[in-house]
């Protein structure tokens, strides 16, 4: 997962610097003042270089237009934005369709189909799969020693009574983490949107912004991306495609600035939910860490109850680093929801359990493609029932 990562040359490496001096309004001032109450992050050590994700093959194509200025709305033009297929009508795919092809579904339904006899060797078989597909060693022990005492208690007349008691018991797992993301309730409410490079972060933000959108709610985009120009671009790319505004200062501006400006722009328009993209690091690297740490105490000046969810993006297919991942983001900027994205691949799937049982932190969304609607509120059942179907039961009994 790594392996992609490069290091940005040292002579593409930002300072952060303040706004375009020609935009130096009143609320420019009222920052600056806020900025300099705020204790600034360590200057990033070398280790801290930021590493960029390599050229993202589905990114957005760039917006039409030169760079804006400081706080400057980036209008939502239509032209602006790609229009890709996903702006073209193509039939919702169901849960099973796409998660019919992770590690975890494959070996799993494998496992069913092929071995009919109900003893321990399945039991031995099915905690290998687990482990493998992420879902972590300790549950997934807990969960095949909790099977295999039930299967000698004799409860399972055949292999498809335990895959029942398999399904029920993934289910429980997940139940506790399936807790919905309510925007309402603030206005604006703020999501600050944190994770490590090439999570999905920009891409969850404007399949949110096409939901809200679709959901009648007035929606605002941040980008605090400030890092790459191509970050700011993806970003109101998406807004321009959804018909969502996006404030930006362009790049190399300071995240925390760019998102302060965003709040007062949405609260003075009265926009619902305002999202903000941030630039994504290694959660080993403490400057950049501490960065987010800065943006969220900055927003607090405007409203203390900002962020009001902090929502990190996880590729689904991290693995088990997944989990040293969240640990850092929330103990640096206090992570409230999580959504897992591109499980639509050959990802494991099993990160969920293991976040699940590790976190109990709310699952909000899945992500199970590239296209807007490609973001599935977390239902725990309808997971389950996508990586391992009932039916695989029946499917047994054909294949005989
Ligand atoms: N298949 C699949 N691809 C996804 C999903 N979500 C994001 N992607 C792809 O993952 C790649 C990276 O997505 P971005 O949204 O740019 O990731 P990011 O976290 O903003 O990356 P940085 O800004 O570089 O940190 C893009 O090619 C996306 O199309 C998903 O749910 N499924
Ligand atoms: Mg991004």
Do not use: C
């Not at 996880?314 to 409230?336: E, H, K, M, S, Y």
């Amino acid at each position: 997962m790594l392996k992609f990562w490069k290091k940005k040359p040292a002579a593409a490496e930002p300072e952060t610097s303040a706004a375009d001096p020609a935009a130096a309004d009143s609320s420019v001032h009222a920052l600056h003042e806020v900025l300099a109450q705020v204790v600034a992050p360590e200057p990033p050590r070398p280790s801290d270089r930021r590493f960029v994700a390599p050229d993202l093959e589905n990114a957005p194509a760039t917006a039409a237009g030169a760079e804006t200025a400081a706080g400057q709305l980036a209008d939502a033009a239509p032209s602006a934005g790609p229009v890709t297929s996903e702006t073209t009508i193509t039939p919702r795919r169901s849960w099973r369709e796409r998660l019919s092809g992770s590690a975890f579904s494959r070996t799993l339904t494998t496992l069913f189909v092929r071995n009919a006899a109900l003893d321990d060797d399945l039991l031995d078989e099915l905690e290998t799969v687990l482990i493998t597909a992420d879902v972590g060693v300790e549950a997934s022990t807990a969960l095949v020693e909790h099977l295999r005492t039930r299967m000698h208690k004799r409860e399972f007349a055949d292999a498809n009574a335990l895959l029942a008691a398999l399904r029920q018991a993934l289910v429980e797992q997940l139940k506790p983490v399936e807790t919905p993301l309510r925007v309402s309730g603030q206005q604006p409410f703020v999501v600050l949107v944190v994770g490590i490079n090439g999570a999905g972060k920009t891409t969850t933000i404007g399949k949110l912004a096409r939901r809200w959108h679709d959901e009648k709610r007035t929606v605002m985009l941040a980008a605090g991306d400030t890092f790459r120009a191509a970050a700011v671009e993806q970003l109101k790319a998406w807004g321009a495609r959804n018909d969502v505004p996006v404030i930006t200062q362009g790049q190399d501006a300071d995240a925390a600035s760019v998102i302060f400006d965003a709040l007062q722009a949405a609260r003075s328009r009265h926009i619902d939910v305002l999202v903000a993209d941030t630039a994504g690091r290694l959660h080993t690297q403490g400057g950049l860490m501490d960065e987010l740490g800065k943006i969220a105490r900055v927003l607090k000046k405007l409203d203390p109850a900002a962020p009001h969810e902090v929502l990190m993006v996880i590729d689904g297919t991290t693995g088990q680093n997944a989990i040293n991942q969240v640990r850092q983001f929330r103990d640096i900027v206090g992570v409230t929801g999580l959504v897992v994205t591109k499980l639509d691949g050959t990802a494991k799937g099993g990160v969920v359990f293991a976040l699940a049982r590790e976190f109990g932190l709310p699952i909000r969304f899945i992500g199970l493609g590239e296209a807007a609607t490609d973001l599935r509120v977390f239902d725990a059942q309808a997971f389950v029932d996508g990586l391992l179907p009932a039916s695989l039961g029946s499917s047994q009994a054909d294949a005989g």
